[in-house]
């Protein structure tokens, strides 16, 4: 595979300049930063008071820094050590930055580019997911956001924190500032965007419209906001998150992972349009032309999982949509320095450079995107190739540009890299051939593992190839001849197919899966052991076909396991590697929870909590301490109660309700029966989740039969159970009354449901309070449990109390709260009512073997 397809009449393609390896982990984020004079401490007496970072001897001459952030926990400052670089000040070395980049290609009075760590710090303590410059600081810090629930401002000079943002209930995975006034943006896996003081780290906002992770950008000229989500949603918002100016839903068909400013210059019409030549190695502008375009904005720029990037104008309309990544899209990034070109950062190991223009004459193109933006189109429409593509050995998380016009990445394999136009300052000849050989060998082999893979069954007969069209010039198909799978790549010209070659690779073996609710009975290409729980926990099958969707593949087994949807998008990347429909095999961190990461059959980080072994197993699992881990315990997800006869409910109901005195408030009346009967008819149906129910059906369900009397209550709470999961079950959300049931007609009532959900509750509970500060609730539950186990019999009710309270033992904020816990549960004489001294439920099977893991606990 070339390193760039661009043609001869393209701009020069960028080359490897610097590779950077100080990270141990995944360089997740790339930042630049143009640092003051006073800021960077002279080499002479450079030296931290911070126990959290290292300082090393530097230039103090270059002004342009980068920051990479790490999985290993770490963030880095680099900085420029060329020396023969001399210090201009800042406005000449910004202008000199604009030269046409041609007129260096052949220059030899420059050197190779030289960095090295500046700042080795670790404010945060876990993976940093983002960095970001302070603007408002000229400079003289920035900001980094972390799986730690933490934004942080930092200092260049020596690393300190100036300030730590705390709010957020997940990781921060996004940041970006507001100009006027000076406003941090954060956003997090938590679903909220929030706005902060910077000089007080007061939240000032909470924005919770989206749904799971969001990204966010700040727009300065013109002053405004733009969210986006996992949600698939764009939010476009004033300034300061007073109001929602627009809501695009569905802007992508996938989860929106960032967002870029679109500079003015990509509107301008004194721009080339995409049917000039023009050579991008020229700037294009002066430093002013530069300056103003970084301020102004027409537009932004969305890249997502769906393996697209979008442009948008500021009302919301869509310009444009490039198409050319064979996998998600992690960042995208427009040019401040080349008018026209943006790069991207995609989970398939490569950056893509594009050259983008004007595309005015398609009016096919025009009617395409009024009628997907709903109107209001400015007739002027952007249209994306790709110029080149940079191939690396593992994903690329992000990109940024230097002032100086060469591009960073921030690389899966732990390493920081510099691209740049000019052959003088690249590496020599020998050591890009290396990075670029690593490259295609990681590439070569995800692709003969998908080889391996094909399903001769599942591709179209070559017979059919003359009523296929490819949907685009140089689309790639399989077709079936004979027995074998051939490869034929579409010519938009001829409207042919055009012959590549046969796929060599030997059929994979098929599997059986026996089938549940979820999966259907059959032969599968793949059927994964998954382990839920670190350590000893019960393995589950997750069965999978060459030609199924992941993401609802992953979808059915998190709602079989009952494993929260924000983890998704991580069973989903580990599904795509481990069946070969990537070519990354690079470990993942994603929105809800642990990381993916694969040993010993491709390559493995340490550190993560979901792995993969060579047997094709894997663990999924939170983040616990080691302390008690075992086999039946801690519980990491709440059990739900989303099965359940709604019918048979319905019927009781209705059944109740006639043996109520006819004049008896609490009974239905026919038109309320009606009602009722209609919203039964809504729950039962098999797109419930999209069912809109009447304000006459919510007061009947939640107000009528609220009152109720006690003894009834069993069906109205099958029927309450399962609109809790309904996604506008918001609406129904009232203050809890001050009349509660007593506990004893729970603990000791004679219906084992009514016992089984008392303890469900609990072990909920001890879910949700897990690594938090509560000590006090912490021992409420303990005395509940031990309440319910005294007398219980049943060895289901007792064995979720089991596991309720070894979760509530094991998942502590703060190990040394181990001790405290365990005095408590001594002073309840919690042994007690274990088995072997509680002799009225069996020691055989699981209640026997949790209760000996308890007991070695409270040892």
């Not at 059929?507 to 599968?524: Q, S």
């Not at 001790?819 to 309840?828: A, G, N, P």
Request: charged content about 25%.
């Amino acid at each position: 595979m070339a390193l760039s397809s661009a043609s001869s009449s393209s701009p020069p393609p960028y080359l490897l300049a610097f590779e950077g390896a100080a990270h141990t982990k995944a360089v997740r984020c790339v930042c630049t930063v143009e640092t003051s004079h006073h800021c960077i401490p002279s080499s002479s007496n450079s030296s931290s008071t911070n126990p959290s970072s290292s300082i090393s001897s530097f230039s103090p001459s270059s002004h342009t820094e980068i920051i990479t952030g790490s999985l290993d926990k770490s963030i880095i400052v680099w900085s420029s050590i060329s020396p023969d670089q001399k210090e201009p000040d800042v406005k000449e070395n910004s202008s000199s930055q604009t030269e046409p980049q041609d007129k260096t290609s052949g220059a030899t009075d420059r050197t190779p580019l030289q960095y090295k760590p500046r700042l080795h710090l670790t404010p945060h303590t876990d993976f940093v997911y983002c960095v970001a410059p302070c603007l408002s600081e000229k400079g003289t810090s920035f900001f980094s956001g972390s799986k730690d629930q933490r934004a942080l401002r930092i200092s260049l000079r020596d690393g300190h924190v100036l300030a730590s943002y705390v709010g957020h209930e997940g990781p921060v995975n996004s940041l970006s500032e507001v100009s006027d006034p000076p406003l941090l943006v954060t956003g997090s896996w938590d679903g909220t965007a929030r706005l902060w003081c910077i000089d007080t780290a007061e939240c000032i906002r909470k924005l919770d419209q989206h749904k799971y992770a969001v990204t966010v950008l700040a727009l300065h000229q013109p002053s405004m906001m733009i969210t986006g989500s996992q949600d698939k949603t764009l939010r476009l918002w004033s300034s300061t998150g007073d109001s929602i100016k627009k809501t695009i839903p569905s802007a992508h068909d996938d989860i929106i992972r960032a967002l870029d400013s679109l500079p003015s210059s990509f509107l301008s019409s004194s721009w080339p349009s995409s049917t000039s030549s023009g050579s991008s190695s020229s700037t294009g502008a002066s430093q002013g032309d530069t300056t103003e375009r970084e301020k102004t904005a027409a537009g932004f720029l969305s890249a997502s999982n769906d393996q697209l990037v979008k442009a948008w104008s500021l009302d919301g309309t869509q310009l444009g949509e490039f198409e050319g990544h064979a996998a998600f899209v992690f960042d995208v990034k427009a040019s401040h320095v080349r008018n026209g070109r943006i790069f991207t950062a995609s989970d398939d190991c490569t950056c893509k450079v594009w050259k983008v223009a004007l595309d005015e004459d398609s009016k096919q193109q025009e009617g395409h995107m009024n009628s997907r933006a709903g109107g209001g189109s400015h007739g002027k429409f952007l249209k994306g190739e790709v110029q080149q593509t940079i191939l690396h050995a593992a994903s690329v998380w992000q990109v940024a540009e230097l002032p100086s016009g060469e591009i960073a990445t921030a690389c899966e394999d732990g390493k920081l890299r510099l691209w740049t136009v000019d052959e003088a300052r690249a590496l020599p000849l020998a050591e890009r051939s290396k990075q670029l050989e690593e490259a295609k060998n990681v590439q070569e082999a995800a692709a003969s593992k998908k080889e391996s893979a094909i399903d001769l069954a599942t591709l179209p007969d070559i017979s059919q190839q003359a009523t296929t069209r490819g949907k685009k010039d140089g689309e790639v198909k399989m077709f079936r001849e004979g027995g074998m799978a051939v490869v034929y790549r579409w010519e938009q010209g001829s409207g042919t197919w055009m012959k590549i070659g046969e796929v060599v690779g030997a059929a994979k073996e098929k599997t059986f899966y026996e089938g549940d609710d979820y999966f259907e009975a059959g032969e599968y290409d793949h059927v994964f052991n998954v382990e839920i729980g670190e350590g000893g926990g019960a393995y589950k099958k997750l069965p999978f076909r060459q030609t199924d969707n992941p993401l609802v593949a992953a979808e059915k087994f998190c709602a079989r396991e009952c494993i929260s949807k924000s983890c998704l998008e991580q069973i989903t990347s580990f599904i795509r590697r481990n069946a070969g429909l990537t070519s990354t095999s690079s470990s993942r961190d994603m929105e809800g929870g642990g990381n993916f990461s694969s040993s010993s059959q491709s390559r493995g980080h340490a550190g993560s909590d979901f792995s993969s072994s060579s047997s094709s197993q894997s663990s999924y699992g939170g983040r616990r301490e080691s302390l008690g881990s075992g086999k039946h315990f801690p519980l990491l997800q709440v059990i739900t109660f989303a099965k359940g006869n709604y019918e048979a409910a319905g019927k009781k109901i209705l059944q109740l309700n006639a043996e109520l005195p006819p004049d008896s408030k609490e009974r239905m009346s026919e038109l309320e029966q009606q009602y009722f009967q209609d919203a039964i008819e809504k729950i039962k149906s098999p797109s419930f989740m999209k069912q809109e129910f009447r304000t006459c059906e919510i007061e009947v369900i939640f107000e009528k039969l609220a009152r109720w009397p006690l003894n009834n209550s069993m069906p109205v709470m099958d029927i309450w159970r399962v609109m809790a999961l309904h996604p506008l079950y918001h609406i129904v959300h009232k203050k809890t009354g001050d009349q509660g049931l007593s506990s004893d007609q729970v603990l000791k009532n004679s219906s084992k449901n009514v016992r089984l959900t008392a303890a469900t509750v609990c072990t909920n509970f001890a879910v949700a309070l897990s690594n938090k500060e509560e000590k006090e609730i912490r021992c409420k539950v303990i005395g509940l449990l031990r309440r319910i186990m005294e007398s219980e019999t049943d060895t289901d009710v007792f064995y979720r109390c089991l596991v309720a309270l070894g979760t509530l033992i094991v998942n502590l904020p703060q190990p040394q709260q181990w001790v405290s816990l365990i005095t408590k549960c001594k002073e309840y004489d919690v042994p007690a009512v274990l088995p072997p001294l509680n002799e009225n439920v069996s020691t055989d099977g699981k209640v026997g073997d949790a209760a000996q893991d308890l007991l070695l606990l409270l040892e």
